[in-house]
């Protein structure tokens, strides 16, 4: 791996990361380059789907994606932006509560990359402060897909793993409901790591995009998982 790596082969910041889902061979090529650091895509011929949220807790909009959640019976892995827990701690014990797993996203929404050594080390741990006295924090997510060596060794003492995603549908960069949804039906595959956005209110269409995909999914006979589970799933 070089110094520098980014979701998907160092060609483009995470909004890069949906065009490479157009065929099953780039699938498998994410597939490959997961590793015991790093997990792009789940290595698994299993139905199975983790669907991620990202830039979380939000006071109005993650209890939508929450209820939406539970109305589907179906699990999420959160990747919670520490400088948003601060009020919003009763949203936090429902995440944990209702099944769902936390990650790191760091203190701001920022590139990963571009922080600093000293910058990326001091908001690693007050997010980890923040949000592990909620239930068990296993991942970790960067900033916009970007991440590097050190990046990975520093969160090895916390017992994260990296992970990028594998279908991402540009829904930070724009809302539609109907393109979303359209892109993740159109590239959902066993082992799929869908990544969607919470923490602002402009995404508020992600819970009509969860509305959507799941009982689409389910019906094509899809199972949703936390990260946790799909890296349990992996064949050798």
Known sequence: MTKSLLALTGLGGAAAVGFFFKSRFFSRLLEKRTSDEVLFHGNTREK??????????????????LDVLAAYAVPAT?????????????????IVHEGHELGNHLMSDRRSIAL?????????????????????????RPGSGWYNERMLAEIKPYGYRCVVGSLYPYD???????????????????GSIIILHDGKPERQATPDILQRIIPALHRRGYRFVTLTELAETAVS
């Open 78 to 94: 959160f990747f919670i932006i520490g400088s948003q827990v601060p009020g919003n701690e009763a949203l936090l014990e429902r």
């Open 116 to 140: 600093g050594p000293e910058e990326f080390t001091r908001q690693l741990a007050e997010t980890h402060a923040l949000i592990a006295p909620f239930g068990p924090v296993r991942w970790f």
């Open 172 to 190: 930070a960069q724009f809302q539609s409901v109907e393109f979303a949804s359209s892109y993740i039906l159109s590239n959902a595959q066993p």
């Open 48 to 65: 199975v789907i983790a669907l991620t949220i990202d830039d979380g807790p939000h006071a109005l909009l993650t209890a939508d994606i």
